[in-house]
């Protein structure tokens, strides 16, 4: 659950001017570094600092973590004293790291508003934890054994995994403000890091000036129980949007049954797909099992650009051809993997999420593609993963009078716009956006910054034009592997 690329972050300048001096009196020492992302070649220049924090705050003598922090200073000369807090997605990408895909849609709140980051602990700077063979290639040959890699993982980590939760994450986010000297800031939050910046709005109300929530996890979400209810509804709708145009229609009557027979196939036999990479062009060799399709499926609808390559590269594989879908595949996986600690991402689920799982596969009320798969595997890995002590009261909401701004994609396939619906009933002054046709991170999308930047300097919803929103459309679905319908 996390922020995607982006043709206007590709068109950064890799030569941006430095920052200015010191951002905020504050007791972190700070010093110029540069953000990079781990997948564009980027380059944007910010103040970092560290803030030592205690690994378990119930313990006075332990194990220190080194908060990574960035700041990007307003570009006034004299800055709003309230800054803006990005929070990643995930669990457990770091904001460091993607925040240069993400940065053009803060251009306008940074122009007199510091903008911070603040890597979640155990992700970029913040004392990373990973496993063995994470960026290595991917996890090609290990699909299926997931207690076995998160029982190997868990032993291999020199960390307390029960102190990397969503409370932990929240006490480090007030450490951050207390220490850098903020009285209140503005949260601006993609995926997972909605459901970190609800739960601070719950716990400092009084520190929380505005909240900006794109793809929104509400606190009553249980990550993952319905991923084949809503990747199924995103599924139905790209099947939709192939429907109404003639093109598409003719080339692809039933996008849904085509999947079908390709899952059927490949779970009778596996195909080995050889290919380049799309980004390095070197030799890329995989092999595609009805899971692994699952999975690429999920990844494609996260964009409704990607998702409008899929009608087509499905036909493809159907006719023998499966390097197309291979190679974006890799492409896509990479992108939502991007700055991920699949550590930090266990310990969030697994002690949040995972045990709140119905028995049996959550399939929803409509048939889903997933058949479970993600739920499965959560349940797998989660079987041989410590699990933290959470707080009563984590799934259940809590009335905010903080001003939101809730953004959502129609035809998300993880947080559709009725979870944007639910959290809405905790936050009277609050104002939904729902994008039609789009998928999964929406803020830098059309008149989306301008609306986002606007709320925040205004503080509150109220008179908020946002009718631009509706002129909005997805690409069109590609006919062919040049692209849609003239």
Not at 299 to 309: I, K, M, R
Not at 356 to 384: K, M, N, W
Request: proline share 8%; net charge negative.
């Amino acid at each position: 659950m996390r922020s995607r690329l982006s043709a206007a972050a590709v068109a950064l300048s890799v030569a941006l001017p430095a920052p200015a001096a010191e951002p905020v009196t504050s007791a972190v020492a700070f010093s110029s570094c540069q953000l990079a992302h781990p997948l564009l070649a980027i380059r944007i220049p910010a103040r970092c600092g560290s803030l030592p924090v205690p690994e378990n705050p119930g313990q006075r003598e332990g194990r220190e973590i080194a908060l990574h922090i960035a700041i990007l200073p307003a570009e006034a000369p004299r800055a709003q004293p309230d800054p803006v807090f990005v929070l990643a997605g995930g669990p457990g990408q770091s904001i460091t790291a993607t925040y240069p895909a993400v940065a053009p849609a803060f251009e306008r709140m940074n122009r007199d508003r510091d903008v911070v980051l603040v890597d979640q602990r155990g992700t970029g700077g913040s004392g990373l934890l990973s496993c063995p063979g994470d960026g290595a290639g991917g996890r090609e040959g290990r699909r299926g054994d997931e207690r076995r890699m998160a029982a190997d993982c868990a032993r291999s980590i020199p960390a307390d995994l029960t102190q990397y939760g969503t409370a932990q994450f929240v006490g480090d986010l007030e450490r951050v403000r207390a220490a850098l000297g903020y009285e209140r800031v503005n949260l601006v939050a993609f995926s997972y890091g909605t459901r970190a910046a609800l739960a601070y709005a719950r716990a400092y109300p009084e520190r929380t000036r505005t909240l900006v929530l794109d793809g929104v996890a509400p606190l009553e979400m249980v990550v993952g129980a319905t991923f084949d209810r809503d990747s199924g509804r995103a599924l139905a709708a790209l099947s939709e949007r192939c429907r109404s145009e003639p093109a598409c229609r003719a080339r692809h009557p039933d996008v849904s049954g085509e999947l079908g027979a390709l899952l059927r196939r490949l779970t009778l036999r596996p195909e080995k797909v050889r290919t380049a990479h799309p980004t390095t062009g070197e030799p890329l060799e995989v092999t595609v099992d009805a899971a692994a399709l699952r999975q690429v499926v999920l990844g494609f609808l996260y964009q409704a650009e990607t998702a409008s390559l899929l009608p087509e590269l499905l036909g493809e594989a159907e006719r023998g051809n499966w390097a197309p879908l291979a190679a974006e595949g890799a492409l896509v996986a990479a992108d939502i993997e991007a700055g991920l600690s699949r550590p930090v991402y266990l310990s969030v689920l697994c002690s949040e999420d995972v045990p709140f799982y119905a028995d049996g596969a959550a399939t929803g009320e409509i048939p889903s593609f997933l058949g479970g798969v993600v739920q499965h595997g959560l349940r797998d890995a989660c079987s041989a993963w410590p699990r933290g002590t959470v707080e009563p009261d984590l799934h259940r909401s809590a009335e905010l009078s903080v001003p939101a701004l809730l953004v959502s994609g129609g035809a998300d396939p993880v947080t559709p716009p009725e979870w944007a619906a639910l959290a809405a009933r905790s936050l009277p002054r609050s104002l939904s956006l729902t994008l039609a046709g789009q998928g999964h991170g929406n803020l830098g999308r059309g008149c989306v910054p301008r609306l986002a930047a606007e709320f925040v300097r205004r503080g509150t919803a109220d008179g908020l034009d946002a009718s631009c929103v509706e002129r909005l459309r997805p690409a069109p679905v590609f006919v062919d592997l040049l692209g849609g319908a003239p």
